[in-house]
């Protein structure tokens, strides 16, 4: 369980001409995926460090599950009932990934042999075989398995609440790929909340069960990527996420986020992974000269069912 | 060949008092690098925090390093009068610099963003000085030690000649004797400790910063 609630929350920095965050009402349910997306400098960093009261608002509240992180709550204790992960720089150099991963866990005073097979557990999870990574440091690894370390890092304390700002920033296209699949699977057997900031459209269309969209420190829009895809607010959504480019809709919504629920008993021909776009499905329906397809999980088993209608009608 | 006969000789000749003189020069040595380093390394930190602080303590101990060492020693004498705490506090003067210097830069430039995943994840301010600011500052810090402790086995030499003991007391006196094979009794044993420093810290820095060359 973690929900957050932000109030009017402004920051002012000394020195800036205007508010970095100006007056931000956002609720965050539990166990959703939360995507903070826009431009560089509007201040996505800024409103995920409130919550790990990294930084003070100037006025307003937070609340985490309904209560205030101001009001008689210990700021040490705070955070280390929240996971962060930050680019890749934030992995300690001088300790291994054991070491690492570890931190809350000795911070909370866990018994060693609990720390120890909590390690190899999130290893696995985020899909590093723990003999070879455990004695590893971060510069014996690539940037995605660093990653993969700060992931498995932040889930360590098993925190309900996880803030990540932009930790896929500095990867490359490919391995940033895989690593928001594995991000995606692993939300799904996990359920955390996640507060993700990220100034990339097409990671915040993949990842995000809603996105909230900031401009000059105000939210502009919050909602399901495809409300945001096909009912944005103002000119400076649609042409932030490309409303109008239909083709790049189709290559980022997911195809869980639009399936029909299954009808018990229907027959499965062609079968499409949830986490695929509507493009693949499109695609696939063509080729397979199907009707509709049958969405899987990743253990094949079926969730629901696409045709094109759904994918017609899903697209303004 | 003859010079190093002579020199052996006089050292076999003078083994006890060359081993005193030996001890003596370490425990200068040693003093003053300890003392320097406990005085150095947490007005270090502490001048890291501020660019201002930073900056005043860094063009004040650059003033430091012009004045020779000699220099120095000699200045205090008048003051202080000649005897042991006279050189250690000369030595320390002249050890501090790089220390203090290396100190501030190592912590003034580790990664902000580290520093901040640490208070993230909710470490104290004590817990990121002590388990992750001070361990990746340790190499550079050791840098500036290995400096300092070279210039202050040179420089424990001079203490001889305000009677403080050390190995410069050949130094002095094969000076006054005209005789080269006693200054060597006292220039060989300098050199090897300046050496066995030189050893023991870079190899003592190579373990500590092993995480980032493998
Ligand atoms: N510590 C700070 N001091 C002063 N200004 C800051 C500070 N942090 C952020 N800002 C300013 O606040 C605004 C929002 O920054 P930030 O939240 O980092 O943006 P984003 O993460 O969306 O790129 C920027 O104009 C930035 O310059
Ligand atoms: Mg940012």
Known sequence: ???????????????????????????????????????????????????????????????????????????????????????????????????????????????????????????????LPPNEFRERYPAQMSGGQQQRVGVARALAGDPDLILMDEPFGAIDAITRTDLQDSLLKLQRQLRKTILFVTHDVDEALRLADKIAILREGQLVQYGTPLQILTQPNDDFVSELVGADDIVRQLGQIRVETIMEPLLDGGPIKQTIYQDESLRVALSDLVKSKQDFLTVVDSGKQPLGTITYDNIRNSVG | MDLAFTTWEYAIGHLDELRQATTDHLILVTISLVISVVICIPLGVWTSRSWRKSKAIINAVNGLRVIPSLAILFLLVPYMGVGLDTAIIALTILAMPPILVNTDAAFRTINPAIKEAAAGMGMTKKQILRKIEFPLALPIILTGIRTASTEVIASATLAAFIGSGGLGLYIQRGYAMYQLSILFVGAIPIALLVLASEALLSSLQRAVQSYKSV
């Not at chain 1, 291994?96 to 999130?122: A, C, F, G, Q, Y």
């Open chain 1, 1 to 127: 369980m973690s929900t957050i609630r932000f109030e009017k929350v402004v920051k002012e920095f000394a020195g800036m001409v205007r508010p970095a965050l100006n007056g931000i009402d956002l609720t965050v349910d539990s166990g959703q995926f939360i995507v903070l997306l826009g431009p560089s400098g509007c201040g996505k960093t800024t409103l995920l460090k409130m919550v790990n009261r990294l930084h003070e608002p100037t006025s307003g509240d937070i609340l985490i599950d309904d209560q205030s992180i101001y009001n008689g709550m210990d700021v040490i204790h705070l955070r280390r009932k929240i996971g962060y992960v930050i680019q890749q720089t934030g992995l300690f150099p001088h300790m291994t990934v054991e070491e690492n991963i570890s931190i809350v866990p000795n911070l909370m005073k866990w018994p060693e042999e609990k720390t120890k097979s909590r390690v190899d557990e999130l290893l696995d999870m985020v899909a």
